[in-house]
């Protein structure tokens, strides 16, 4: 797990003082039934008074001088677990934030969220478990050992029974527990997923009155989950009892030939109880590193999950690195005779083809070449699935193109940070998303920095600023969340004001106006023209309406430009064009169509 690198330098020092002090607090721990043997021995067994007020003053100065160093060690480690997972959490939700889209498709949206939740915290808590009790069970397990020996090498001769065939079981209950516990955290991936779903179409659920389905549905999820935990805890439940019994049958042979040996003299009492307890602190150690290995077991499984998000962002997942050399977005830009101009907000798509599979994979977008220009409005227009959201898309880089090159102001998008790509475009996109907060944060989100009079005239653009200002508190008017006080034109017109207020070179508005009426839609458009001139306009729509007086139409169809031009010209030329006018505009467009084909 190379994720783990940077923390453990960061943390290392930290970790190492919890550790001495651990170390301390451990012989603190092994002195006291040696000492207590002695006061048997010596203070109770020859009747000396005095022995025991000061072996048993000592016995509580070494137990107060432990409790100090465990105080120390706690704070340490809560602090460094906590710390630990809180910069996990936060170097997860970056890595998530920088991978392409491609690779986030990878993952179900719901396990992303149980890796910075519930897998964190795993770790977290095996980081606390670490410095609390694994390292002390090591020295605490060898140090009663060690003393053990000292005290009767005879009798030490259980413990080279006993503790190898707890450390088999140990080993097994390391080896069952994994793959179980792999499982446990899919299946509760599965459970926030549909926990995400039904909280994200709660109106749709109580519209159609599907309460018992969604029920049935969570409890099959809720029903897998407390299977798959019950399954993996009743496999890993026979150990910690296994270790138990076997310690303490090596504790009852110490009592049996202890006794044996105090009966011939070989033996003193306090040796025998000095002994049980090094025995009983073993134990104890032991059942300590059972646990801190089933700890392990759910950190191991956590970790591999969290390190496949890393490693997709270190494997060439992260948007920042698929890069093209320079030389290779020059050569691209030669490929088309003054296609390389240095414009601002001119976009060129050479011969480009896209598959969300890569080169294997079934195109989606299949030779698609075009030019606009900046102050050109250029609609997209086709039918449901005929690729027009996943064109615009690989403009700002949320996909790489398969083959082909995409140019915006003359450079190939592949040499480009894509953060400094975006900051040059505004996406309206297809399903309008507004956050929770005021509506001039939301309006920020276009630019950090805008001021009042910038947003006021990015809303009256959008046809926003009225209905914002007919609230009593204005721009200081709150959303709730997923913008549920709004209406879904009123959602989209805030949509567009937020992309206008960062006054891009290029703004792609997609289906963004499918909720506005006629003429809100119409009034946006006149305002864009007027407003933002210089403004390079890629605009979808479904309705034909929307994109007749475009500088430029393309029509889509499987993937594929069809037909380019003005609206006159694709009536005149382009069949797929003209079955669209037919079938939106009704009788009317069968007398105003010709009958020819193209």
Not at 66 to 72: D, H, L, S
Not at 245 to 257: D, Y
Not at 300 to 309: F, K, L, M, N, Y
Not at 337 to 358: L, M, N, P, Q, W
């Amino acid at each position: 797990m190379a994720f783990f690198n940077p923390y453990l330098k960061k943390y290392g020092r930290s970790f190492a003082l919890a550790v001495l002090f651990l170390t301390f607090e451990t012989l603190c721990d092994l002195l006291q039934p040696t000492i207590m043997a002695k006061v048997i021995d010596k203070g109770v067994g020859s009747g000396s008074l005095a022995t025991v007020w000061r072996l048993g003053g000592l016995m509580l100065l070494i137990t107060a001088f432990g409790a100090v160093m465990a105080t120390a060690r706690n704070l340490i480690s809560s602090r460094v677990s906590q710390s630990f997972g809180a910069d996990l959490r936060s170097d997860l939700f970056r890595s998530i934030q920088t991978l392409s889209f491609k690779s986030i498709d990878k993952f179900d949206r719901a396990s992303l969220v149980t890796r910075l939740t519930n897998d964190v915290t795993q770790l977290q808590n095996f980081v606390n478990g670490l410095m609390r009790i694994l390292v002390k069970s090591p020295l605490l397990c060898i140090g009663s050992l060690i003393m053990a020996i000292r005290l009767n090498i005879h009798m030490a001769v259980v413990l080279a029974v006993v503790v190898p065939m707890v450390g088999v079981l140990i080993f097994a209950n390391m080896k069952v527990g994994f793959p179980f516990f792999t499982r446990v955290q899919k299946a509760l991936d599965r459970l926030n997923g549909i926990s995400r779903e039904y909280l994200s179409g709660v109106r749709v659920v109580k519209a159609f009155n599907r309460f018992d389905y969604e029920q049935a549905k969570f409890d099959g999820a809720n029903r897998e989950f407390q299977s798959r935990s019950i399954t993996a805890n009743r496999a890993l439940s026979v150990f910690n009892p296994a270790i138990s019994l076997t310690v303490n049958f090596g504790i009852v042979v110490v009592l049996w030939l202890g006794g044996w040996r105090v009966h011939n003299n070989g033996m003193q009492v306090g040796n025998i109880i000095a002994f049980i307890n090094y025995m009983t602190q073993i134990l104890t150690s032991l059942m300590m590193i059972s646990m801190v290995f089933n700890m392990f077991v759910r950190a191991r499984a956590s970790a591999s999950r969290i390190g496949e998000v890393f490693q997709e962002n270190v494997s060439g997942g992260a948007e920042s690195s698929v890069v093209l050399s320079v030389s290779q977005g020059v050569a691209g830009m030669e490929t088309d005779a003054g296609a390389g101009e240095k414009v601002r907000g001119r976009i060129d798509f050479d011969h480009v083809t896209f598959s969300y599979d890569g080169a294997s994979g079934e195109p989606v977008l299949r030779e698609i070449s075009f030019t606009a220009l900046p102050g050109e409005t250029v609609g997209i227009i086709g039918s449901t699935g005929s690729g027009k959201s996943t064109l615009v898309n690989l403009i700002p880089r949320f996909y790489d193109v398969t083959s082909g090159s995409i140019r915006v102001g003359g450079t190939d998008i592949r040499t480009l940070e894509p953060h400094r790509l975006r900051e040059r475009i505004a996406v309206v996109p297809q399903k309008t998303v507004l956050f929770t907060g005021s509506v001039e944060e939301n309006l920020r989100w276009g630019k950090e920095d805008a001021t009042p009079e910038e947003m006021e005239q990015a809303a009256r653009i959008a046809s926003a600023h009225d209905f914002i200002t007919a609230s009593p508190e204005g721009y200081k008017s709150r959303i709730g969340q997923g913008g549920v006080n709004f209406s879904g034109g009123q959602k989209q017109r805030l949509s567009i004001a937020r992309a206008l207020v960062r006054q891009p070179e290029i703004l792609i508005l997609d289906d963004c106006t499918s909720a506005v009426d006629a003429t809100t839609e119409a009034n946006i458009k006149g305002a864009l023209k007027q407003a933002a001139e210089g403004l390079t306009c890629l605009l979808i729509a479904q309705r034909i309406t929307s994109v007749m007086d475009a500088d430029c139409i393309l029509v889509l169809d499987d993937g594929a430009i069809v037909g380019s031009g003005t609206h006159d010209e694709l009536l005149a030329d382009c069949r797929v064009y003209r079955e669209i006018f037919r079938s939106q505009m009704g009788k009317e467009a069968l007398r105003y169509v010709s009958s020819s084909e193209c």
